[in-house]
């Protein structure tokens, strides 16, 4: 027996502007909304979803779960993004590998690099 990934659930207060904007910047779509309080995102090439659930109190804080998406032009894509409403928290380097991490408009941070190698 084996966990198969089924999706990545953020948590928000309001969930429909959030789902939105992600379906946005990934060029996905959202394929459900279920009475406001749950969203399901589908992402183009991939078996995976992104879901949005309403929650009174979402967890305070740096979220301990985050996604590491990959362009073939950082830069751009991060103007890209920050444009389209996200806030640039940092900017990394590694032996040459470099990410920038951002936060979408809910405060949800993610990291942005090149291509992995």
């Known amino acids: 027996m084996a966990l198969e990934l089924g999706m990545i659930t953020f948590d ?8 939105t904007w992600w ?16 969203y ?22 740096k979220n301990r779960i985050h996604l590491d998406l990959t362009s073939e032009n950082l830069d751009g894509e991060v103007g890209r993004l920050t444009v389209g409403g996200a806030t640039e928290v940092a900017q990394h380097e590694m032996d040459g590998f470099r990410w920038v991490t951002l936060a979408d408009p809910d405060g949800n941070q993610f990291c942005v690099s090149g291509p992995h190698s």
């Open 23 to 38: 379906a946005e910047q990934t060029a996905g779509t959202v394929e459900q909304e279920n009475d406001g309080w749950f």
């Open 40 to 61: 399901v995102v589908a992402l183009p090439n991939s078996p995976y979803k992104l879901a949005f659930q309403k929650v009174d109190d979402p967890t305070p804080g």
């Open 12 to 19: 928000s207060t309001d969930p429909g502007p959030l789902a």
